[in-house]
T-cell receptor, first 106, second 114 residues
Framework: KNEVEQSPQNLTAQEGEFITINCSYS?????LHWLQQHPGGGIVSLFM???GKKKHGRLIATINIQEKHSSLHITASHPRDSAVYIC????????FGTGTSLTVIP | EAGVAQSPRYKIIEKRQSVAFWCNPI?????LYWYQQILGQGPKLLIQ????????DSQLPKDRFSAERLKGVDSTLKIQPAKLEDSAVYLC????????????FGSGTQLSVL
């Protein structure tokens, strides 16, 4: 059983669409991270949050600690947003989801 | 600020050969992680260092994998001998080591074992 579950696994969207990626976790955590991984590239940390909501440009991340759930939203999606988005939670160590592969079509 | 440096970027070897990966974390970061990421999966922790000490190596296949961080700065991860199932991206990450800190990743080493 994976401590972190993400949905959907794969997502294709038209440019401009609003996108939501979901993450559920089963362990008590000190922080949740949203990461972005481009093909052949390294992983970039987008957000680290332990409560509420954070916004950076067109990206918004929310977390509900009671429900052990987080969402990553992308507004006005663009082809350059195409990447794998990974949810990771930290307890004593980091636990990673398997990622959501996003493709934004022009 | 320089990021996490990893080398080589790509490596192709035959099974039963040996391979080593190198990582230099962000300056001042006490915690260093090595992760294995198999295609289509999330990263899996192999080993975590705090300075030059091992915090967690419970998922490191110790019969063939070894890692060291002798001076508490850069680190090497070795596989000897490699198996086909070791084909993966090996990611190094670092953090300050102070509570709910952000993780910084290197660009990874893509290993293909033939």
């Amino acid at each position: 059983k994976n401590e972190v579950e993400q949905s959907p696994q794969n997502l294709t969207a038209q440019e401009g669409e609003f996108i939501t990626i979901n993450c559920s976790y089963s362990v008590g955590i000190s922080a949740l991270h949203w990461l972005q991984q481009h093909p052949g590239g390294g992983i970039v940390s987008l957000f680290m949050l332990s409560s509420g909501k954070k916004k950076h440009g067109r990206l918004i991340a929310t977390i509900n600690i009671q429900e052990k759930h987080s969402s990553l939203h992308i507004t006005a999606s663009h082809p350059r947003d195409s990447a794998v988005y990974i949810c990771a939670v930290r307890k004593n160590q980091f636990y990673f989801g398997t990622g959501t592969s996003l493709t934004v079509i022009p | 600020e320089a990021g996490v440096a990893q080398s080589p970027r790509y490596k192709i070897i035959e099974k039963r050969q040996s391979v080593a990966f190198w990582c230099n974390p962000i300056s001042g970061h006490a915690t260093l992680y090595w992760y294995q990421q198999i295609l289509g999966q999330g990263p899996k922790l192999l080993i975590q260092f705090q300075n030059n000490g091992v915090v967690d190596d419970s998922q490191l296949p110790k019969d063939r994998f070894s890692a060291e961080r002798l001076k508490g700065v850069d680190s090497t991860l070795k596989i000897q001998p490699a198996k086909l199932e070791d084909s993966a991206v090996y990611l190094c990450a670092s953090s300050t080591g102070q509570g709910s800190e952000k993780l910084f990743f290197g660009s990874g080493t893509q290993l293909s074992v033939l």
